[in-house]
């Protein structure tokens, strides 16, 4: 199985790799994942409290190409982007901005779980109730 | 800069050694006779050159040419080995002893056995990946017909201690069966020696052509006898109808012929290169060699690089380096390695395997480059993992309540 461009470009050029203060009230952190299977992704944002957009996005994953290019982008994506924006992101627009294959949908799944998880650990630490998951 | 790409995946098939192409040539154009036409010349060439390979291969593993049984490749002799003792010794019992670390080819016939009425055992190995030998010895009744171990694991290359488990079958009263896939042609294997009753091997494991193989059936002491699982023109003596392929038939005795004069030459610098390869990469904090280092083949080296994924970490350097890995992501299933969980394995080490198999064309320099190239991917991406983060940090990994999905 070929990787396409994309996926290899966000591999060898990962974008926002890195860590946030995750005890930081203006910083999300979303955990998501397993060892046991394979993989794990560490999503964080870094909200504007005033104007409630994504000022920064970091990530770092443990998993296979098609993972760390799913978390790569979704950083990219997440900058600038309004909560509401972003909670908008679907797991299919990953899979096909990445030609990813039907066996690798799950990289794309585990992404957006991060960011939603990312979102509402933020909402958490602000007192907002967490937005439920449309799926 | 070493020759690339760098092929480390030969447990999975081998190059085919050029001077065994050369010896196949022939077979495939004038040469085409089919061996069992009994009344022209075409016919006689081809049975002869049959011959004579079958006395190669039966060389190689101290056997009489009588005694192989040539098939499409050792999948299909695991399954004429266990169906046929299955059904010629139904009368005996019904009770099949193997191991959770057997490749597929003995798991899945002993599973479909299993419906039909088969009481199968799956020994279990230690962190070495051998089996207990008592264990074994208990575990036989009355009602077993047959022990079937392999000889040395495909992903860990872990030799079971051979001798000594025909030893328990005979004194027990049942048959030994070795599927030696990985084992002939890279370390002496000797069916009298090693008390083997019936084993199966292939051709492609040994720099021979792919779409051959054989199943040795001893003929006498005891004499084995197994029911043909293909029914046709009764070749090979009744236990295997289809015309022989003869062209791969000769090649793969020529195959045979190689790794008896090569072997010693190909094992000594073989190993040399395994070794340096291991002490390289186990020079990386937290990299785990899996399976025993002492009872193992000289060519196969398995390692656990904690906290980074094996499918993510070939692809840094697959553009250049071949090898597999024991992660689910490589496979149709989700599962990691069965082989290296059965060694006790947590998922995430099994996630994070990588397998090496080198060969009689593996050089230094490659070996060198590949040390480089890995450790390099390896850093990186411990760079991009959460887990090295934390471990780093001193969080206990197995205390976190991660969300499986």
């Given amino acids: 199985m070929a990787y396409s461009e994309k996926v290899l470009d966000h591999y060898s050029n990962p974008k926002n790799v890195g860590t946030l203060d995750k005890n930081s009230n203006t910083v999300g952190t979303g955990l998501v994942g397993a060892p046991e299977c394979g993989d794990v992704m560490r999503l964080q944002i870094e909200v504007d409290p005033t ?69 509402n650990d933020y909402r958490a630490k602000n007192g907002l109730a967490p937005i439920a998951d449309n799926h | 800069m070493p020759n690339f790409p760098i092929y480390l995946d030969n447990n999975a098939t081998t190059p085919m050694d050029p001077r065994v192409l050369e010896a196949m040539i022939p077979y495939f154009t004038e040469k085409f006779g089919n061996a069992a036409s009994r009344n022209h010349q075409f016919g006689w060439v081809a049975e002869e050159a049959v011959d004579y390979a079958r006395e190669q291969v039966a060389k190689l593993i101290g056997a009489d040419e009588k005694e192989i049984i040539f098939t499409s490749g050792a999948t299909e002799a695991d399954n004429l080995a266990i ?29 479909h056995l299993e419906k039909q009425g088969a009481q199968i055992t799956y020994l279990k190995v230690n962190a070495e990946g051998l089996i207990d030998l008592t264990e074994l010895e208990n575990a036989i009744t009355d009602k077993t017909i047959l022990v079937a171990v392999m000889y040395a694991n495909n992903e860990v290359g872990v030799i079971q201690d051979v001798k000594k488990i025909s030893e328990i079958c005979h004194k027990k009263g ?3 069966f070795t599927d030696a896939t990985q084992a002939v042609g890279k370390i002496p294997v000797d069916v009298i020696k090693d008390g083997i009753d019936l084993m199966a091997f292939s051709a492609h494991k040994m720099y021979g052509p792919k779409g051959v193989g054989a199943l040795y059936v001893r003929r006498k002491n005891p004499r084995v006898k197994v029911t043909a699982q293909m029914d046709g023109g009764g070749h090979e003596r009744g236990m295997r109808s289809g015309t022989l392929n003869v062209p791969s ?16 030459s190909d094992n000594a610098r ?32 398995n390692i656990s690089f904690k906290y980074v994924e094996g499918e993510g970490l070939m692809m840094g350097f697959n553009k250049n380096i071949a090898l597999s890995s024991g992660s689910a992501c490589t496979s149709a299933s989700l599962e990691p390695s069965y082989v290296l969980k059965a060694l006790g394995l947590g998922d995430d080490l099994a ?7 080198l060969g009689r064309f593996t050089t230094d320099d490659q070996i060198d480059y590949t040390i480089k190239a890995i450790s390099e991917t390896v850093t990186k991406l411990r760079e991009l993992s959460p887990l090295w983060e934390m471990f780093k940090e001193g969080i206990d ?9």
């Fill in chain 2, 351 to 357: 996630h994070s395997s990588l397998r090496f198999g």
């Fill in chain 2, 397 to 405: 990994l197995n205390k976190i309540e991660w969300a499986h999905h």
């Fill in chain 2, 83 to 111: 169906k046929g003792v299955y059904e010629m010794y139904a009368q005996k019992g019904n009770h099949i002893i193997t191991v959770t670390t057997e490749h597929k080819a003995v798991l899945d016939t002993c599973h």
């Fill in chain 2, 249 to 264: 038939i000769v090649g793969f005795g020529k195959a045979c012929e190689i790794c008896m004069t090569d072997m010693e």
């Fill in chain 2, 174 to 176: 049942t048959l030994f």
């Fill in chain 1, 51 to 119: 104007t409630q957009l994504i000022t920064d996005a970091k990530f770092k994953t443990f998993g296979c190409g098609s993972a760390i290019a799913s978390s790569s982008l979704a950083t990219e994506w997440l900058k600038g982007k309004s909560i509401d924006e972003a909670m908008k992101i679907d797991n299919m627009d990953i899979v096909e901005e990445l030609a990813l294959p039907p066996v690798k949908i799950h990289c794309s799944v585990l992404a957006e779980d991060a960011i939603k998880s990312a979102i």
């Fill in chain 2, 270 to 301: 073989i190993s040399v290169m395994r070794d340096k390869l291991e002490a390289g990469l186990t020079q990386l904090e937290e990299s785990y060699v899996n399976g025993s280092r002492e009872h193992r083949l000289p060519h196969v080296s």
